[in-house]
């Protein structure tokens, strides 16, 4: 490790507060503690992809994952009890046995994994390396990222939008468009 | 006087400014981080906002349900429409391919044509998630009364 490399403790800690708030999350019998903490969660996965130079999915993650799920998952709450019951003692030994081998699966395989960086890990290596030797010459935009999503795979990102549109008209046609429930109290009045 | 006035104020400081920041990341998208995406999550969430501190109703008043409706299908629309612009635009007789932005301008370079078919999609991806968010949320919030004062 040369000295220049003093990000990787900010990584470091970043990701230690991630796994402590993860515990606490798990840990919490209240609701809305853990709505707020999942909050918390994405902000700092926000600023752990700021610090490994992905803006533009830190950039989502903190708007989708720290501002609209919150509000969303405290919309949700509001329609259930804030407390639950607290977990039984019991052991769970075959879920324990699956977490234990997922993980061990996961240490076996960090050593085949590319270095953080490195240029000639597949992930850069082909067609990442292509396009940003293309996107100057192709379209001549600054932020490559823009360039592949909307015209390199502007098929892909019109599918995302469908998705989103079906999300939207999937919430619609299961809870109604918001009014049903006001209409029903003015009813009852 | 309402026992939320602090918040108000506050909110109606913030609320211009996250709409501005909203549209800043959606045309310095090319440029910057940001998009069509995200975008439209902000500005979604400035209504959002609006709609905790002031009450659904009135961002009901603001933002019709129906314009939400309509918006999210209108983004899609938006964007297929010119994947079906490009198949009728293409002049040189090269040929016909959908979202092929190239035959939006007759820039031998491509890139007048790649910038407008960018900017025409990336407003359609705006109109969609910015309506889809807000129609989620009003799908949600519009089953429970508002937030009781006691449990600010």
Not at chain 1, 26 to 36: G, H, I
Not at chain 1, 89 to 112: E, K, S
Request: aromatic share 10%; proline share 5%; hydrophobic share 55%.
């Amino acid at each position: 490790m040369n000295h220049a490399d003093l990000t990787q403790y900010l990584d470091y800690l970043l990701i230690a507060m991630l796994l402590a708030v993860g515990f606490a999350i798990v840990r919490l019998r209240n609701l809305f503690a853990v709505v707020m903490l999942t909050g918390v969660y994405s902000l700092l996965c926000a600023a752990w992809f700021v610090s490994l130079d992905a803006v533009d999915v830190a950039f989502t993650e903190a708007a989708v994952g720290a501002g609209i799920s919150t509000v969303l998952m405290l919309g949700a709450m509001l329609l259930t009890a804030r407390e639950s019951e607290p977990a039984g003692a019991g052991r769970h030994w075959a879920a324990f046995v699956v977490v234990a081998a997922a993980g061990a699966a996961l240490f076996f395989a960090i050593p085949d994994m590319p270095v953080y960086g490195d240029p000639d890990s597949p992930a850069n290596a082909y067609v990442g390396r292509d396009y940003l030797e293309q996107v100057p010459h192709d379209i001549s935009i600054p932020n490559v990222v823009t360039a592949v999503l909307s015209s390199y795979r502007g098929f892909d990102t019109l599918g995302e939008v469908v998705v989103v549109f079906s999300a939207a008209l999937g919430v619609m046609l299961l809870l109604g468009f918001g009014t049903g429930a006001r209409r029903r109290e003015e009813e009852e009045d | 006087m309402s026992p939320h006035l602090i918040l108000q104020v506050v909110a109606k400081l913030l609320i211009p400014l996250i709409v501005v920041f909203g549209f800043y990341v959606q045309f310095h998208g090319e440029y910057g981080p940001g998009g069509g995406f995200q975008a439209g999550v902000i500005i979604a969430v400035a209504v959002i906002l609006y709609a905790l501190i002031f009450g659904i109703d009135a961002a009901r008043r603001t933002v019709p349900p129906v314009a939400v409706r309509v918006g999210a299908a209108l983004g899609v629309l938006i964007f297929a429409g010119v994947g079906v612009a490009t198949l009728f635009m293409n002049g040189a007789g090269e040929p016909l391919n959908y979202l092929d932005y190239d035959a939006l301008h007759p820039d031998q370079g491509h890139h007048t044509g790649q910038h407008y078919g960018i900017i025409l999609i990336e407003i359609g991806v705006l109109t969609t998630v910015s309506s889809v968010m807000l129609a989620i949320f009003y799908a949600f919030a519009g089953r429970v009364p508002d937030i009781p004062d006691e449990e600010w």
